[in-house]
């Protein structure tokens, strides 16, 4: 396993503009990405978490090329992806793929599976009908359907079959990284462990590395080496996932972890009451009016992700919870 990452995200940094709050008033900035920095490397899958509007699809999209940044790199394989002609990122693209949130309204309906499947390979244009054909076939196969399964339309399938479909296209290029953006969020959760155990048996098998975007903390844990917590566009808290699920170091973080169901252990005692503090100031931490630990310092200056507790475990913290 090569020690120099598939995947690096450096600095990224991405604010939308804002309806105008009266006329001819200048439009105000929302930031979506503050300075995200994390690497991925291959065969180790790395997890996304945080609540909506935490920053985590614009990443995505933003990690793939489809949007760019404000500042910042993306670097494939050593390669910023920014930096590339047309031709050379359509070229890229054989080697990363996204598969959506939603299987139903990411498959077209008047398509048959087959066409569905075979559309990025149709897209780079590198292979004839029949070598589409025999690979759709490849990759029904290995996300446990049928070949035959290529001639029906996305309505004859369940919502997990559905997003074995997804996967399965997004394999057909046979790509290093799977960018998935809340796979399993609008699946029945009867089916969501049967997704997620197939996504690691191709982490495994056919050495696929994910970028698991979730606001679901346990989603990850089953699938990802390490998980980075955001929150208003910012890493938090970043390191190994077991570490980070059983004692976060990151409030924020530990917030997270409290809202996913455990049966392995009791119910954590509730953070200490206060007074709510005062907004924070542009300088400060994001988290602080939130935070029950916080003190004023938080409310002044932000503090910068620093190693805490070992095991390569970073958090963006002034008074660290373990």
């Not at 670097?75 to 031709?87: A, T």
């Not at 046979?174 to 048996?201: G, I, T, W, Y």
């Not at 191709?202 to 955001?230: K, N, Q």
Request: charged content about 20%.
């Amino acid at each position: 396993m090569s020690d120099a990452p598939l995947l690096e995200v450096v600095d990224l940094v991405k604010a939308y503009r804002l309806p105008r709050p009266r006329p001819f008033a200048p439009h105000p900035l929302r930031a979506a990405l503050a300075g995200v920095s994390f690497s991925v490397f291959a065969g180790r899958s790395f997890g996304i978490v945080g609540e909506s509007g935490s920053g985590k699809s614009t990443l995505a999209r933003i990690a793939l090329a489809l949007d760019s940044p404000d500042s910042g790199l993306v670097r494939l394989e050593g390669r910023s992806l920014f930096d590339l002609s047309r031709g050379e990122l359509r070229a890229m693209r054989a080697h990363m793929q996204l598969i959506f949130q939603d299987p139903y309204g990411s498959l077209d309906p008047r398509m048959r599976v087959e066409a569905i499947v075979a559309e990025p390979l149709a897209a780079l244009g590198r292979a004839s009908r029949a070598e589409r054909r025999a690979r759709v076939a490849e990759s029904l196969e290995a996300v446990g359907l049928r070949a035959s399964d290529a001639a029906k339309y996305p309505h004859e399938f369940s919502g997990g079959q559905r997003q074995r479909v997804a996967i399965a296209r997004a394999l057909i290029t046979r790509p290093k990284l799977v960018v998935a953006d809340e796979p399993v969020s609008a699946l029945d959760v009867s089916v969501q462990a049967q997704a997620l155990n197939l996504m690691s048996d191709l982490e495994r098998e056919a050495g696929v590395t994910f970028l698991l975007i979730s606001h679901d903390l346990a989603v990850v844990a089953h699938l990802c080496e390490t998980t980075a917590g955001m929150f208003r566009g910012k890493i938090v808290e970043i390191g190994p996932t077991a570490a980070l699920f059983a004692a976060p170091a990151h409030p924020y973080a530990r917030e997270l972890v409290d809202a996913t169901p455990r049966l392995d252990r009791a119910p954590r005692s509730a953070p200490p009451t206060k007074p709510a503090p005062p907004p924070a100031s542009a300088a400060g931490c994001p988290y602080a009016p939130r935070c029950a630990w916080a003190a004023p310092r938080c409310l002044k200056e932000a503090p910068a992700l620093t190693e805490v507790a070992g095991q390569g475990r970073r958090a963006a913290c002034w008074f660290p919870l373990v």
